[in-house]
């Protein structure tokens, strides 16, 4: 875990009592016909799987390739991240954190789900699961491998327990092979698990395995 201490009873309950009141709020304007719940979903995934993720990946990929605004993400990444526009409510508190060669970092919020939505949208549902925010805690490298992540075994796992308080962004090694890409391109090899820490960024082969149909 990160080297302080870390108090979440102060918004657990908040958070879990905005999601019943947003729920709430969703049921009584579906009932009464003013809002489409399909509408709904394309706005959720939308945020969850492009918007947000995209901005987290414009991050990563411009400390890749501009060594000053890397080591400004080091120092206050807070204001690095702001400095692109990506600032609001659970964005403040940032705390950016590498991975090497030796060492693969990860990130759980093992009471409740803190999350940074200005740099990575919704959370998953699997980051809010009890399963995920015990297990990842105990056995890290197990729980990778069934991401899919297999690290091998001198490769260090850290866990940084995100709270109100502290919040953090993975900045995954950047894949051999793309030193003629521009940061535009890298950007879209920057996955919202690599920057929680349970995946790995693509390599350009395996984007273009992706993108065909």
Sequence with gaps: MG????????????????????????????????????????????????????????VVAKSWVDPEYQAWLRRDATAAIGSLGFTGRQGEHMNAVFNTPTRHNVVVCTLCSCYPWPVLGLPPVWYKSAPYRARVVIEPRAVLAEFGTLLPDDVEIRVWDSTAEERYLIIPERPAGTESMTEEELAKLVTRDSMIGTGLALTPEARQIGQQP
């Design 3 to 58: 080297d302080h201490d870390h108090h979440h009873d102060h918004h657990t309950s908040n958070l879990d009592d905005m999601t019943a009141r947003v729920m709430a709020l969703e049921t009584i304007l579906t009932q009464k016909g003013l809002v489409d719940p399909g509408a709904l979903d394309v706005i959720i995934e939308t945020y969850e799987s492009n918007v947000g993720p995209r901005n987290g990946a414009r």
